[in-house]
């Protein structure tokens, strides 16, 4: 049997991303730039850039705007010094955050997480406090349209997929976990099968989960948004599990 799917939990203010298009455009091609100049413009030979332009896709961004960026990275045109960061810290009810950042300046970017992790009850914590809390997964959007349990549980456990997590509601997507080794073989298996993929990335993925309900819950979500307003967070992580109705549409 299919696992039960707490993605979206994790995700649980997904609606943001519609409303913050031009934001989630903007960070994904600070990372296509990035990969692009360190790793060079060929996505076959540049794994990172490969998931960047892959969540490119799945944000909906168009091609010319894709390969604007790449040429920007390659081409010299970007003369700008990112360095990839993680920072960790705690939420409301001990709720474990993980943060990725994309950034120039570590001074602010810490300085700027500090501050929103303090505006919401949290507090901004050291390299590798909650980290062991999770574990580095492939996480594969499968749109339910047409989909049978037996059928998806199949092909994704034969193309090497850890495990298989069933919706919470039947318009949600099915999720495919992976290693992270295994990510893009299993996605481009179950493509190439028939099954449409919503949206694919790496992430991390949390062993326990801490159930989050009232005020707690609610500054959370506030704490995400504060976190993935700022320019420099890429992605943001949690081990909470919020039950519905916890929180406004």
Same mark, same amino acid.
């Given at each position: 049997?299919?696992?039960?799917?707490?993605?979206?939990?994790?995700?649980? @203010?997904?609606?943001?991303?519609?409303? @913050?298009?031009?934001?989630?455009?903007?960070?994904?091609?600070?990372? *296509?730039? $990035?990969?692009? !100049?360190?790793?060079?413009?060929?996505?076959?030979?540049?794994?990172?850039?490969?998931?960047? *332009?892959?969540?490119? @896709?799945?944000?909906?961004?168009?091609?010319? $705007?894709?390969?604007?960026a790449i040429q920007k990275g390659?081409?010299?045109?970007?003369?700008? #010094?990112?360095?990839?960061? !993680?920072? +960790?810290?705690?939420?409301?009810?001990?709720?474990?955050?993980?943060?990725?950042?994309?950034?120039?300046?570590? %001074?602010?970017?810490? %300085?700027?997480?500090?501050?929103?992790?303090?505006?919401?009850?949290?507090?901004?914590?050291?390299?590798?406090?909650?980290?062991?809390?999770?574990?580095? @997964?492939?996480?594969?959007?499968?749109?339910?349209?047409?989909?049978? +349990?037996? #059928?998806?549980?199949?092909a994704a456990l034969n193309a090497?997929?850890?495990?298989?997590? /069933?919706?919470?509601?039947?318009?949600?997507?099915?999720?495919?976990?992976?290693?992270?080794?295994?990510?893009?073989?299993?996605?481009?298996?179950?493509?190439? #099968?028939?099954?449409? $993929? /919503? +949206? /694919? +990335?790496?992430?991390?993925?949390?062993?326990?989960?801490?159930?989050?309900?009232?005020?707690?819950?609610?500054?959370?979500? #506030?704490?995400?948004?504060?976190?993935?307003?700022?320019?420099?967070?890429?992605?943001?992580?949690?081990?909470?599990?919020?039950?519905?109705?916890?929180?406004?549409?």
């Amino acid at each position: 049997m299919a696992g039960h799917n707490k993605w979206s939990k994790v995700k649980h @203010r997904k609606a943001v991303v519609d409303k @913050r298009r031009s934001k989630v455009w903007s960070k994904v091609s600070r990372a *296509i730039i $990035v990969a692009a !100049r360190h790793g060079g413009a060929d996505p076959n030979f540049n794994l990172t850039l490969r998931y960047a *332009i892959d969540e490119a @896709r799945y944000a909906n961004m168009p091609r010319d $705007v894709i390969d604007r960026a790449i040429q920007k990275g390659a081409g010299g045109g970007d003369t700008s #010094a990112y360095e990839n960061v !993680r920072y +960790e810290g705690y939420a409301p009810g001990g709720v474990a955050v993980i943060v990725d950042a994309l950034t120039d300046n570590r %001074t602010r970017t810490a %300085t700027d997480l500090r501050n929103a992790f303090g505006d919401h009850d949290g507090n901004l914590g050291a390299s590798n406090c909650v980290a062991f809390m999770f574990q580095a @997964r492939g996480r594969i959007s499968i749109a339910p349209a047409g989909v049978t +349990e037996d #059928a998806l549980l199949e092909a994704a456990l034969n193309a090497g997929a850890l495990d298989v997590l /069933a919706p919470d509601q039947p318009d949600d997507p099915w999720t495919v976990l992976t290693d992270v080794p295994a990510f893009h073989a299993v996605k481009d298996t179950l493509e190439k #099968a028939g099954y449409a $993929v /919503a +949206e /694919a +990335e790496l992430g991390m993925i949390p062993e326990q989960w801490v159930t989050l309900r009232g005020e707690n819950a609610k500054n959370l979500a #506030a704490l995400v948004d504060a976190l993935e307003d700022l320019d420099d967070v890429q992605k943001v992580y949690t081990n909470a599990d919020i039950p519905d109705g916890e929180l406004p549409d």
